[in-house]
């Protein structure tokens, strides 16, 4: 990652030229809210307050400087609202940019989703609708994916783990989104010392068929409401 320093990036040049840096605790007298929960966030962690010329992640690298916003008493027009732009969290995130570049992609730089699909950029990192955390993750993937919630009479235990298990959640070379595109995505847990033996059964006829869940075997790996291994 581009470490954290931010000092003027040139996107917020381009938006408001004339806008300076109020800092934090100027936004927070008019947005308690967002400064209450913003104190518990990830972001918070690196804020660097009151360090002259480097603005960390402070309200304003990501909202861009707000001086012209404040003066017009809360202007809508003089700050970035960031809705629908990726833009600013790239500024730092440029690993993740190159995630969404992958073959298989959300589809988040053809603008059909955004960062705050899954991530809250100003909530803490522990609560439930925010990707970064185990249960949360599943939650705002369910959000999109309602089928993949359940429940199913057979439920797959992979799920309880949770959906990254087996997708990466940004892109991946793989289709499907997949961690990994044969066998051992499976193996990873299920393997056992007697392989091919998976389960009580010698998998040795069915493993050069395909992967586990092509070739009409574990077709449901989700979950099914019709077959205790998942076939359908
Ligand atoms: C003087 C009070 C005040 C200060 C200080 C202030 N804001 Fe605002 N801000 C407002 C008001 C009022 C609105 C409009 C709320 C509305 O109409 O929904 C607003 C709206 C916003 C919006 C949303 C715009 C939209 O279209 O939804 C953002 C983002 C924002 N402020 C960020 C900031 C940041 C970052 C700072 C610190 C640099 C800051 N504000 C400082 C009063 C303030
Ligand atoms: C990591 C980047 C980031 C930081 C840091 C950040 N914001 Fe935001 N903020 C966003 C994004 C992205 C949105 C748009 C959310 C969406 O998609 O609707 C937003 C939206 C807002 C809004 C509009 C209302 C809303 O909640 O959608 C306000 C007001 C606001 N931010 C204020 C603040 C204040 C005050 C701070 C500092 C305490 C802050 N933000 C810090 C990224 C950030
Ligand atoms: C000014 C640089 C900067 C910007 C802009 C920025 N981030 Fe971050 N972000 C960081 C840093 C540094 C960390 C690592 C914080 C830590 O965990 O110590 C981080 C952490 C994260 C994490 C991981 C949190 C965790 O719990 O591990 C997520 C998710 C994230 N950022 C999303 C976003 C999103 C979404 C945006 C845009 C709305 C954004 N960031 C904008 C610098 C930035
Ligand atoms: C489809 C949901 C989704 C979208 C959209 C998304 N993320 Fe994530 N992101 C996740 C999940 C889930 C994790 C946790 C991954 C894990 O624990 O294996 C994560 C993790 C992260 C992390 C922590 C480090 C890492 O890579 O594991 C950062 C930083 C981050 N995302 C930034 C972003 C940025 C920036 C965007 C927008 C360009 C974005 N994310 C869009 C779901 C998403
Ligand atoms: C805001 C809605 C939304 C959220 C949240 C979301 N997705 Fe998606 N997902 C999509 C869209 C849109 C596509 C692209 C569908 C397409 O191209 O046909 C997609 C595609 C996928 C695909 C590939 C599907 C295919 O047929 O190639 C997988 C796998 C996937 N998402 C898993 C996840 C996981 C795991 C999470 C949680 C980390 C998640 N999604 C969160 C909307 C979402
Ligand atoms: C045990 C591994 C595993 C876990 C855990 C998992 N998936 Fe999947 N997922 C797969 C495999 C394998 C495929 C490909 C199936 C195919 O190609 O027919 C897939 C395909 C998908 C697809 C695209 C095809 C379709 O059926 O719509 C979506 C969307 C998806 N998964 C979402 C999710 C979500 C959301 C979660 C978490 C609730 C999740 N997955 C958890 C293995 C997993
Ligand atoms: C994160 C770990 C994990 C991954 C990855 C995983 N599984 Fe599972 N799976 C489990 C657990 C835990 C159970 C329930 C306990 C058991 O039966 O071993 C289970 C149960 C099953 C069952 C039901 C077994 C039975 O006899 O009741 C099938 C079938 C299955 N998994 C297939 C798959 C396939 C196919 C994949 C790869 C796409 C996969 N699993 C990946 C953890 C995982």
Not at 8 to 37: E, I, R
Not at 59 to 80: F, M, N, Q, R
Not at 181 to 199: A, E, F, M, R
Request: net charge neutral; glycine share 8%.
């Amino acid at each position: 990652m581009n470490q954290n320093i931010v000092v003027d990036p040139p996107y917020f040049k381009n938006v408001q030229p004339n806008a300076k840096y109020v800092g934090s605790d100027t936004c927070a007298s008019c947005h308690t809210d967002h400064a209450k929960n913003f104190e518990k966030s990830a972001h918070a962690r690196i804020e660097l307050k009151g360090v002259e010329g480097v603005h960390g992640t402070t309200c304003e690298s990501c909202h861009g400087p707000g001086s012209l916003h404040v003066a017009g008493g809360g202007d809508k027009t003089k700050i970035l609202t960031l809705k629908k732009d990726n833009e600013s969290c790239f500024q730092c995130h440029i690993d993740q940019k190159a995630q969404f570049n992958l073959q298989y992609h959300h589809p988040i730089q053809e603008g059909k989703m955004t960062c705050t699909s899954c991530h809250d950029p100003h909530g803490p990192d522990a609560k439930p609708w925010s990707a970064v955390s185990i249960r949360g993750t599943n939650d705002v993937c369910v959000s999109c994916h309602r089928d993949k919630k359940g429940p199913f009479t057979w439920e797959h235990e992979a799920l309880s783990s949770s959906c990254t298990e087996c997708h990466n959640p940004h892109g991946s070379i793989h289709p499907k989104l997949l961690v990994q595109n044969d066998l051992n995505l499976c193996l990873k847990c299920h393997v056992q010392p007697n392989w091919p033996t998976v389960g009580k059964r010698s998998h040795s006829a069915f493993a050069p068929r395909g992967n586990c869940w092509s070739a009409g075997c574990h077709t449901q790996v989700h979950g099914s409401n019709f077959d205790d291994h998942l076939r359908y």
